[in-house]
Nanobody, 123 residues
């Protein structure tokens, strides 16, 4: 069983930056696509970004691609989400997820999920 643990969330002011991390354990993530999703209060979970196993392919929500950057370090079984110029609407719980193949924004295609890390952007 694959376990995913997110970290790096917290309280930040408008315009600030945060770097989220997600570390996998329990089994190898070789070949897995990793993704980030978020869920704001009262809203549905939405896709943020994804990165292929090799790191050569990435995808991101159109409205976020200029501010949020995904990366991964396979030696550490860890992916990252660098979030810049944060806005109050970025306030949400951010989830890490994994899928054995493919890329895409649909949460149903991701088999493993972390418990999330909360990001609050204050004005």
């Amino acid at each position: 069983q694959l376990q995913l643990v997110e970290s790096g969330g917290g309280l930040v002011q408008v315009g600030g930056s945060l770097r989220l991390s997600c570390t996998a354990s329990g089994r190898t993530v070789t070949g897995y696509t990793m993704g980030w999703f978020r869920q704001a209060p009262g809203k549905e979970r939405e896709f943020v970004s994804a990165i292929s196993w090799s790191g050569t392919r990435t995808g991101a929500r159109d409205s976020l691609k200029d501010r949020f950057i995904v990366s991964r370090d396979n030696d550490k079984n860890t992916i990252f989400l660098q979030m810049n110029a944060l806005q109050p609407e970025d306030t949400a719980v951010y989830y890490c997820a994994a899928r054995p193949s493919g890329m895409g924004p649909h949460s149903k295609d991701y088999a493993y999920w972390g418990l999330g890390t909360r990001v609050t952007v204050s004005s």
